[in-house]
T-cell receptor, first 113, second 115 residues
Framework: AQTVTQSQPEMSVQEAETVTLSCTYD???????LFWYKQPPSRQMILVIR??????QNATENRFSVNFQKAAKSFSLKISDSQLGDTAMYFC??????????FGSGTRLSIRP | EPEVTQTPSHQVTQMGQEVILRCVPI?????FYWYRQILGQKVEFLVS????????KSEIFDDQFSVERPDGSNFTLKIRSTKLEDSAMYFC?????????????FGPGTRLLVL
């Protein structure tokens, strides 16, 4: 069975600071994907970044990057130069088959002006 | 950019009534999914659908739920007799293929309130 754990229910940082959201996961699969989704107050689920488990290189998307530690089953999200629009709920998620995505409980991130 | 759409955005219904939530997946996608998110909780998988049949379902997806692809574009979730605990945000998602575990793209959701 897959599990995803986010141990930080809430975080708050000042605008322009860098923030790191933590995530650990567990899976018995060899091939899997990891994701970070953003859910703003509108509650739409927006894909932020994804990482293929077989790739050693950490994924980056502009100000967003991940630190993927496969042996430790850790997948943290770093947001650089944080902006007010980054305020949202962030969900870490994994998929070991194309049939479903397993989500963590989320981290509520607030960016203070 | 293609996107998944869902209608209605909000629905209020009485307990025991049937509701149908509609989704239009991205046009070249072949795999379709429904998820739900009870307020304040994590997003939970309900069901996946491929080639006109269910490929996987969770224990949440009991006999009160059904899915259908009635035509070439729509993908629906029906709840036959709604309960108070069905109140949630329902997300539809689609992915292009199963090979290489293609990313699922989510719609904006339907907020269902059962009174």
């Amino acid at each position: 069975a897959q599990t995803v754990t986010q141990s930080q229910p809430e975080m708050s940082v000042q605008e322009a600071e860098t923030v790191t959201l933590s995530c650990t996961y567990d899976t018995s699969e060899n091939n899997y994907y990891l994701f970070w989704y953003k859910q703003p107050p509108s509650r739409q689920m927006i894909l932020v970044i994804r990482q293929e488990a077989y790739k050693q290189q950490n994924a980056t998307e502009n100000r967003f990057s991940v630190n993927f530690q496969k042996a430790a089953k850790s997948f943290s999200l770093k947001i650089s130069d944080s902006q007010l629009g980054d305020t949202a709920m962030y969900f870490c998620a994994s998929s070991a088959s194309a049939s479903k995505i397993i989500f963590g409980s989320g981290t509520r991130l607030s960016i203070r002006p | 950019e293609p996107e998944v759409t869902q209608t209605p955005s909000h629905q209020v219904t009485q307990m025991g009534q049937e509701v149908i939530l509609r989704c239009v997946p991205i046009s070249n996608h072949l795999y379709f999914y429904w998820y739900r998110q009870i307020l304040g909780q994590k997003v939970e998988f309900l069901v996946s659908f491929y080639n006109n049949e269910i490929s996987e379902k969770s224990e949440i997806f009991d006999d009160q739920f059904s899915v259908e692809r009635p035509d070439g574009s729509n993908f629906t979730l029906k709840i036959r007799s709604t309960k108070l605990e069905d109140s949630a945000m329902y997300f539809c998602a689609s992915s292009e293929s199963r090979a290489n575990q293609e990313t699922q793209y989510f719609g904006p959701g339907t907020r269902l309130l059962v009174l």
